[in-house]
């Protein structure tokens, strides 16, 4: 079933090694699996990585831009990413 509030969570792990030997989230970004009239979004797409531990009081995309803007530093890379016709298929 697909519900508005229905997201796609990425979540950026720093594994284990030398400095330590406990994996972490370094970073996260959301995405919505579904459009205004409850369609599977289809087609290429980009969201921000924030740094730190996924964060439930951030639930807008406005939230994300508003952090991002006041701080640089909660930014940490872009994710691109492809869902649908082709994805998995070298890009055709």
């Given at each position: 079933d697909v519900l508005p509030c229905s997201?796609?969570?990425?979540?950026l792990l720093s594994?284990?090694?030398?400095?330590?030997?406990?994996?972490?989230?370094?970073?996260?970004?959301?995405?919505?699996?579904?459009?205004?009239?409850?369609r599977i979004v289809q087609g290429k797409f980009k969201v921000p990585f924030l740094r730190g531990h996924p964060d439930p009081e951030v639930d807008q995309f406005r939230k994300i831009e508003s952090l991002v803007s006041t701080d640089l530093d909660n930014w940490l890379c872009n994710l691109y990413f492809q869902v649908g016709t082709g994805a998995g298929r070298g890009g055709q």
């Open positions: 997201v796609l969570l990425f979540r594994l284990p090694g030398e400095r330590s030997h406990v994996s972490a989230v370094a970073s996260w970004a959301a995405f919505p699996i579904c459009d205004a009239s409850l």
